[in-house]
């Protein structure tokens, strides 16, 4: 039985129609596209659009109507930040909405059948930022031009739309529809077509043949190969075919807005896409804003150049430690702060190495009467009320009430502040010698001396740590911490040389059933509790180490259960023991949940949330909030 997606719109949207192709301009146009369309360069809106357009609203509480007009500046800290233009922008096949649902955005409908066949239909007269047809040849293109291509895609198609390693059946059953199957359900297809870094599944075909061995013209394709310094035919289509890092203002797009600056250079904008599918209610071609600014500035200067009013709107690069400052540079320079809730499953936890290559720290880490203990020593209400102000929750690293997965057993398990508790379960694993200052001794004599590492550039992490050093020490535990590069962090960690470090919590805190429970399960080496066994997913064995214990391969059975379900009752069960076992086993100790991300917003831009969560997937930070709805009031 199939189950579709669909979008149904209002009939003002259709009766928008939109003018009469005679007509070359409505109110309904952005008046920045007058001279354009009055001069002929650009067609009627009604030829702009497809039909049906996607009609957007914006969520509630907030205006829903505004007017076209105006930049908006951003600040980042480096070009290759033009990828998060692209995130924000947020126009992707599938969708997420705010309230945790997929909806069809540039599609018109989805069919799925049995979670393994998935029909996509695609919206009639839909055209690229160029004014190209945007049709099932795109998305041929990709798939047998580039993803099933061993020059462009040595390594075959992304894991995301494979089912035990085997590709699906493509099927292009007309200009509009497109038909992918497997033998087994796929329940990471959609999600990932919904990411804020998307699968991308189509590529405009009709710009990228000019430089595909299969299509151009071999001399003409050799002199484009030597003028760009490319070693090659493919290396010059992946590197122009680059539509996530948006960056090539010539690779024609379905985003809002299109790149219009060449690497390299300090501002980049991006001007309103013409063809852009979206309408607000009243049937306005979105988006509202004109221009999207992105101006680069040093990391470290951007939460200054923020309170001085440099940007309009700031999320990236400012801190909950920079709050203050900025809450009182507001009435100054026009800004109000927001505070958007932070959608991690922990603002920071605690990662003990059960990989460490030292063989007493790699024997107490694995024991969970070790980790508890830790967990139990740790006084999160103090943290929350010496960093936090009282404004976040003290919490294990899990999901958040926000999730539909949330039980607050989770949250609490182990997390309570019990000296004594602590202390006898540090005894019991034969922990019970001290030296003349009071510190344990491990059992090759060694003092209980913990490194936790760290990568952070804020002082938030360091000044974490030394409450935890402090409440520690009433166990007899001292604590350490190691800052170090990135790079430099995550070898060591993957090495097994680090003992601890100290990291933000689960990227997504706010699952539904139908997300893949993939961060709780060790199949990525970056999971900094168990890198190895990671490491030995991802390779397949060919590095890395198998997992040996019986309570990570019962994680690694739970996700292929979870990934055989065909409904959300079943994936619902399995996410329940999967949430059960890490609240048992403590695998990391969160220290707190809830911290506020400081969102800055120029008092003149709108529909922007007051209040939201701050998460990249689901979330893209500010995508599911529609961006191309905001807009800039003009005050005289």
Same mark, same amino acid.
């Given at each position: 039985?199939?189950?579709?997606?669909?979008?149904?719109?209002?009939?003002?949207? %259709?009766?928008?129609?939109?003018?009469?192709?005679?007509?070359?301009?409505?109110?309904?146009?952005?008046?920045?596209?007058?001279?354009?369309?009055?001069?002929?360069?650009?067609?009627?809106?009604?030829?702009?659009?497809?039909?049906?357009?996607?009609?957007?609203?914006?969520?509630?509480?907030?205006?829903?109507?505004?007017?076209?007009?105006?930049? %908006?500046?951003?600040?980042?800290?480096?070009?290759?930040?033009?990828?998060?233009?692209?995130?924000?922008?947020?126009?992707?096949?599938?969708?997420?909405?705010?309230?945790?649902?997929?909806?069809?955005?540039?599609?018109?409908?989805?069919?799925?059948?049995?979670?393994?066949?998935?029909?996509?239909?695609?919206?009639?007269?839909?055209?690229?930022?160029?004014?190209?047809?945007?049709?099932?040849?795109?998305?041929?293109?990709?798939?047998?031009?580039?993803?099933?291509?061993?020059?462009?895609?040595?390594?075959?198609?992304?894991?995301?739309?494979?089912?035990?390693?085997?590709?699906?059946?493509?099927?292009?059953?007309?200009?509009?529809?497109?038909?992918?199957?497997?033998?087994?359900?796929?329940?990471?297809?959609?999600?990932?077509?919904?990411?804020?870094?998307?699968?991308?599944?189509?590529?405009?075909?009709?710009?990228?043949?000019?430089?595909?061995?299969?299509?151009?013209?071999?001399?003409?394709?050799? =002199?484009?190969?030597?003028?760009?310094?490319?070693?090659?035919?493919?290396?010059?289509?992946? =590197?122009?075919?680059?539509?996530?890092?948006?960056?090539?203002?010539?690779?024609?797009?379905?985003?809002?807005?299109?790149? @219009?600056?060449?690497?390299?250079?300090?501002?980049?904008?991006?001007?309103?896409?013409?063809?852009?599918?979206?309408?607000?209610?009243?049937?306005?071609?979105?988006?509202?804003?004109?221009?999207?600014?992105?101006?680069?500035?040093?990391?470290?200067?951007?939460?200054?150049?923020?309170?001085?009013?440099?940007?309009?709107?700031?999320?990236?690069?400012?801190?909950?430690?920079?709050?203050?400052?900025?809450?009182?540079?507001?009435?100054?320079?026009?800004?109000?702060?927001?505070?958007?809730?932070?959608?991690?499953?922990?603002?920071?936890?605690?990662?003990?190495?059960?990989?460490?290559?030292?063989?007493?720290?790699?024997?107490?880490?694995?024991?969970?009467?070790?980790?508890?203990?830790?967990?139990?020593?740790?006084?999160?209400?103090?943290?929350?009320?010496?960093?936090?102000?009282?404004?976040?929750?003290?919490?294990?690293?899990?999901?958040?009430?926000?999730?539909?997965?949330?039980?607050?057993?989770?949250?609490?398990?182990?997390?309570?502040?019990?000296?004594?508790?602590?202390?006898?379960?540090?005894?019991?694993?034969?922990?019970?010698?001290?030296?003349?200052?009071? @510190?344990?001794?491990?059992?090759?004599?060694?003092?209980?001396?913990?490194?936790?590492?760290?990568? *952070?550039?804020?002082?938030?992490?360091?000044?974490?740590?030394?409450?935890?050093?402090?409440?520690?020490?009433?166990?007899?535990?001292?604590?350490?911490?190691?800052?170090?590069?990135?790079?430099?962090?995550?070898?060591?960690?993957?090495?097994?040389?680090?003992?601890?470090?100290?990291?933000?919590?689960?990227?997504?805190?706010?699952?539904?059933?139908?997300?893949?429970?993939?961060?709780?399960?060790?199949?990525?080496?970056?999971?900094?509790?168990?890198?190895?066994?990671?490491?030995?997913?991802?390779?397949?064995?060919?590095? *890395?180490?198998?997992?040996?214990?019986?309570?990570?391969?019962?994680?690694?059975?739970?996700?292929?259960?979870?990934?055989?379900?065909?409904?959300?009752?079943?994936?619902?069960?399995?996410?329940?023991?999967?949430?059960?076992?890490?609240?048992?086993?403590?695998? @990391?100790?969160?220290?707190?949940?809830?911290?506020?991300?400081?969102?800055?917003?120029?008092?003149?831009?709108?529909?922007?949330?007051?209040?939201?969560?701050?998460?990249?997937?689901? *979330?893209?930070?500010?995508?599911?909030?529609?961006?191309?709805?905001?807009?800039?009031?003009? =005050?005289?």
């Amino acid at each position: 039985m199939s189950t579709p997606l669909r979008f149904l719109l209002p009939a003002l949207a %259709v009766a928008v129609g939109l003018c009469a192709p005679s007509q070359a301009q409505t109110p309904f146009d952005p008046p920045m596209l007058r001279e354009r369309i009055e001069a002929g360069h650009l067609p009627p809106l009604a030829q702009r659009l497809p039909s049906p357009p996607k009609v957007t609203h914006p969520i509630k509480d907030i205006q829903t109507v505004g007017r076209h007009g105006g930049d %908006v500046t951003v600040l980042m800290s480096r070009a290759r930040d033009t990828r998060i233009v692209f995130v924000y922008a947020y126009a992707r096949l599938v969708g997420w909405t705010h309230d945790l649902r997929i909806e069809p955005d540039i599609l018109e409908t989805v069919e799925v059948t049995e979670d393994r066949i998935f029909t996509l239909h695609l919206r009639p007269g839909h055209r690229w930022s160029d004014g190209k047809p945007f049709t099932t040849e795109d998305f041929r293109y990709w798939w047998e031009d580039i993803a099933s291509n061993k020059d462009l895609t040595p390594f075959g198609p992304p894991s995301e739309i494979l089912v035990d390693r085997r590709a699906p059946t493509v099927e292009i059953l007309s200009e509009t529809v497109v038909r992918y199957s497997w033998d087994r359900p796929n329940p990471y297809f959609l999600p990932a077509l919904a990411g804020p870094r998307p699968v991308m599944i189509y590529s405009p075909s009709h710009y990228l043949r000019q430089f595909h061995a299969r299509y151009a013209e071999p001399e003409q394709l050799r =002199r484009k190969v030597q003028a760009a310094g490319q070693r090659g035919w493919a290396q010059l289509h992946n =590197r122009v075919d680059n539509g996530r890092d948006f960056d090539n203002p010539e690779l024609p797009t379905l985003q809002p807005w299109v790149p @219009t600056t060449s690497m390299p250079a300090e501002r980049f904008v991006f001007v309103r896409n013409p063809f852009f599918h979206r309408v607000d209610p009243e049937g306005r071609q979105l988006p509202y804003l004109d221009r999207i600014v992105m101006q680069v500035a040093d990391s470290r200067l951007i939460p200054a150049k923020t309170g001085a009013g440099e940007s309009d709107l700031q999320s990236r690069y400012i801190r909950f430690d920079n709050y203050t400052f900025l809450k009182d540079a507001e009435q100054r320079n026009n800004f109000d702060v927001r505070l958007w809730k932070n959608g991690t499953g922990a603002q920071l936890a605690l990662y003990p190495n059960m990989n460490a290559t030292d063989p007493v720290w790699r024997a107490l880490n694995r024991d969970v009467r070790f980790r508890r203990a830790l967990s139990l020593a740790i006084n999160r209400d103090e943290i929350n009320q010496v960093v936090y102000f009282g404004l976040a929750n003290p919490s294990q690293n899990t999901v958040l009430p926000e999730s539909p997965l949330f039980r607050d057993k989770y949250r609490d398990a182990w997390a309570a502040f019990d000296v004594r508790q602590a202390n006898r379960l540090l005894d019991d694993l034969g922990l019970n010698r001290r030296d003349r200052a009071g @510190t344990r001794l491990l059992p090759d004599g060694r003092p209980l001396e913990i490194i936790v590492e760290t990568a *952070g550039e804020s002082t938030e992490e360091t000044d974490v740590l030394q409450l935890v050093a402090d409440s520690w020490k009433r166990v007899g535990v001292k604590l350490f911490s190691r800052p170090s590069q990135l790079e430099v962090f995550r070898n060591r960690i993957y090495a097994g040389d680090a003992v601890m470090v100290i990291s933000k919590g689960i990227d997504n805190g706010i699952p539904t059933p139908a997300m893949a429970p993939g961060e709780l399960v060790p199949i990525e080496q970056t999971q900094y509790q168990w890198p190895k066994w990671g490491q030995w997913f991802q390779t397949r064995g060919g590095a *890395g180490e198998e997992p040996d214990m019986p309570v990570a391969r019962e994680l690694m059975d739970l996700l292929r259960v979870w990934q055989s379900a065909t409904g959300d009752a079943e994936r619902t069960k399995t996410w329940d023991r999967i949430l059960e076992i890490h609240a048992e086993n403590v695998f @990391t100790i969160g220290l707190i949940a809830g911290v506020q991300q400081p969102v800055v917003v120029r008092r003149t831009l709108r529909n922007v949330p007051k209040e939201a969560l701050f998460n990249w997937d689901p *979330g893209a930070f500010l995508g599911i909030y529609n961006p191309d709805l905001f807009w800039l009031e003009r =005050r005289s």
